[in-house]
């Protein structure tokens, strides 16, 4: 069982969570997520399966779009509604002046990770130290913020909510609760993330996303593997060749390939600028059309990088 699960994870399940009970409704070993996503988050949550496994790290660097929530005038541990709140302040600011902190950060910015959250430092999660009341270094990671678009916004009137609901696409490593805190340093009334929800990981869209309940019935009724999106369709932005077939041979056993010999080479030139450049990474077909794996062009060679062999083995 081969392939990628477009999962919407409910709130109250942990990414881990999520894993386990698909190990135990496919009956696979072999299965790993792609981008953790809080308890209390919600949406896209990327799962490999089988062989795809292998590209766990190609399913986490595609761009993420989330909907979120910011809570205006209040900061907690956590940097989310869900933690001890540290402080409370009145919020005394226009909405050019919320639209003018959302957009300080577009382009991206060294951000530093918050202390609730499941990044490894000296062997342990960061959790850990946090929940026992510890705080350590964390080195600030640059992120690409590339859009950010407000949605609503009810920050004036009578008994306001102080909440900006807005729209968010970033880079892998992006998060977003840290996010909305840093927009409330900024305005100088503090903030924390109430709600969010991630609509789409790469070209997975929410819209196509499975449930745990839609994968158990479809278990239940032995058409599970049905469900699972093909090991090449992770790589469907990579150009595609397919070798001869006196080549068969030498894919599946991990060979290189000329690139002059391969079916579909010219789909190897880039579209735009030099004429005779090419793409570094390509996925290789054999000649009946079985995904073999992604392969780097290396001076006129193709070099394998990750093998699937889907279909083959």
């Given amino acids: 069982m081969d392939g990628v699960l477009n999962i919407f994870k409910e709130k109250g399940y942990t990414s881990f969570d999520v894993c386990r009970k698909l190990r135990g409704m496919l009956h696979e070993k072999h299965i ?3 981008g953790t996503l809080d308890p209390e988050a919600e949406g896209v949550l990327l799962v490999a399966v089988g062989r795809a496994t292998k590209a766990i790290d190609d399913l986490t660097d595609g761009v993420k779009t989330y909907e979120a929530v910011l809570q205006l005038g209040i900061t907690t541990d956590t940097q989310d509604m869900t933690g001890h709140v540290l402080t409370k302040s009145p919020v005394q600011v226009t909405k050019d002046e919320v639209l003018a902190a959302l957009h300080s950060f577009d382009g991206g910015y060294d951000q530093v990770p918050p202390m609730y959250s499941a990044l490894h430092v000296n062997g342990k999660r960061l959790y850990e130290y946090a929940r026992k009341g510890e705080t350590v270094e964390r080195k600030p990671r640059h992120i690409i913020i590339y859009n950010v678009h407000v949605n609503d916004m009810d920050i004036t009137g009578e008994n ?3 909440q900006v609901r807005f729209t968010i696409k970033c880079s892998k490593g992006t998060y977003v609760r840290t996010f909305c805190a840093d927009v409330g ?5 503090g903030g924390a993330m109430e709600s ?3 609509t789409r990981v790469g070209h997975y869209d929410a819209e196509d996303a499975l449930t745990l309940t839609q ?9 599970a593997e049905s469900l699972l999106l093909p090991v090449q369709d992770i790589y ?5 060749v397919s070798v001869p077939e006196e ?9 290189r390939i000329p690139e002059k010999l391969l079916q579909g080479t010219q789909s190897l030139k880039c579209a735009e600028g030099d004429a005779g450049a090419s793409f570094r990474r390509v996925r290789v077909l054999d000649s ?3 995904f073999i794996g992604v392969y780097r062009n290396e001076n006129e060679e193709l070099v394998p990088e990750k093998m699937f062999l889907v279909g083959l083995v």
């Avoid at 080549?247 to 060979?255: A, L, M, T």
């Fill in 32 to 34: 790993g997520h792609a």
């Fill in 160 to 162: 306001p909510s102080n």
């Fill in 185 to 189: 340093n900024v305005l100088g009334c």
């Fill in 196 to 198: 969010l929800l991630r």
């Fill in 215 to 223: 994968i158990q019935e479809a278990a239940d009724a032995g058409t």
């Fill in 236 to 240: 469907q932005d990579l150009p595609c």
């Fill in 247 to 255: 080549f068969d041979f030498r894919v599946v056993n991990g060979g």
């Fill in 288 to 290: 009946k059309g079985h």
